[in-house]
């Protein structure tokens, strides 16, 4: 056994279904008694019955939470916040509603309850990615982990089989990255191979029958599983080029993941061969890179970033990005190879070694 290091991140976990019930006494276990809900447009009526559930300890909505956390919206869910007697954030929905109780979290030091109704898993994460100006950043640090999560498999059940798809597939891209990482661990390796493996036995039989329970806990427990990969250790080429092309062309963060990461992970097989294993093991195939694809195609993901509203004519642009800020890869990034790469992923093109 070689050397390492793990942290272990300090985060409670309620699971389970019909947990959101459970929503008043975390708060009280948290020493909190007024608490502003956060969503996006599209969830307002779920923020707001929740809010109505909390009774006096609701101190409102805030449903304008948006892709990619914008710092103006920030800006005006804190103008809200600040108008209020709020000591506590509860974050309802997917990536966009939990960014923004990050971004809150990380101008107030205010405690947070995430319940995270997708499978992107970055409630269990102690990163924050926010957009200024066209350009995405990310930054880490335990400032902006949740306190509580709370999983209810319920309000699962709702979300729609392609969006369910394309959430997973994001998720599996934080444990794939997690097995190549530079300071990837075994006790992370574990988790993700775990994690990869649930997701894609769950996500067929969830775009079969959305209403298969046990598949939606199964989905749930992976996301779980490879938010908490992503959050232990760094991200490498895949998540930057997915941030590079999020916030500077705004395309959709979970159907970007899934075009990108078959592309991505083939680029860096031939130089992470132990990672390429456990992936093919866990998704049962031979090949990683081609299985990704393979399963995205199975679930009807979108295959290219045409699809997504990518203009052809930004792509050399989006090469550009990512290599004058990289994340750590195992493979050295180059302008002329990511081009390739994402010339495929535009036209949706099976992966092939870079």
Request: hydrophobic share 45%.
């Amino acid at each position: 056994m070689e050397s390492f290091v793990y942290t272990a991140l300090p985060v409670r976990l309620v699971f389970g279904t019909g947990t959101i019930v459970q929503v008043g006494a975390e708060l009280e276990a948290l020493g909190c008694r007024r608490a502003l809900v956060l969503s996006t447009p599209e969830q307002a009526a779920d923020a707001e019955r929740l809010a109505q559930q909390l009774g006096l300890a609701g101190a409102g909505v805030f449903a304008g939470a948006a892709m990619h956390t914008p710092t103006d919206v920030t800006a005006r869910a804190l103008d809200q916040l600040r108008s209020t007697e709020t000591d506590c954030l509860v974050a309802l929905g997917g990536g966009s509603a939990i960014g923004l109780g990050k971004a809150l979290a990380l101008r107030t030091g205010l405690p947070q309850i995430a319940i995270p109704t997708t499978y992107a898993g970055s409630e269990a994460t102690p990163i924050l990615g926010q957009t200024k100006d066209g350009v995405k950043t990310t930054q880490r640090t335990l400032d902006v982990l949740p306190e509580v999560i709370i999983y209810d498999v319920a309000l699962t059940l709702s979300l729609p089989p392609a969006l369910s798809a394309t959430s997973g597939l994001n998720a599996i891209a934080h444990a794939v990255e997690a097995l190549y990482a530079r300071d990837s661990n075994p006790v992370i390796s574990l988790l993700a191979e775990q994690g990869i493996a649930a997701l894609a036995r769950a996500l067929p039989r969830i775009v079969a029958n959305p209403g298969d329970t046990a598949a939606r806990s199964d989905a749930l427990y992976g996301a779980w599983a490879c938010g908490t990969c992503l959050g232990a250790v760094g991200m490498s080429l895949h998540h930057k080029l997915c941030h590079t092309l999020g916030g500077t062309f705004d395309l959709p963060h979970a159907q970007t993941h899934a075009v990108v990461l078959p592309h991505a992970v083939a680029y860096n097989a031939g130089h992470a061969p132990e990672a390429m294993t456990r992936i093919a093991r866990a998704l049962g195939c031979k090949d990683a890179a081609q299985g990704l694809y393979d399963l995205a195609r199975s679930l009807g993901a979108p295959a290219g970033l045409r699809e997504l509203g990518m203009p052809e004519q930004g792509l050399e642009q989006a090469a550009t990005l990512a290599v004058a800020a990289p994340y750590w890869n195992p493979r050295s990034i180059e302008a002329a190879s990511l081009g390739r790469l994402l010339r495929n992923a535009f036209h949706g093109c099976p992966p092939e070694p870079v």
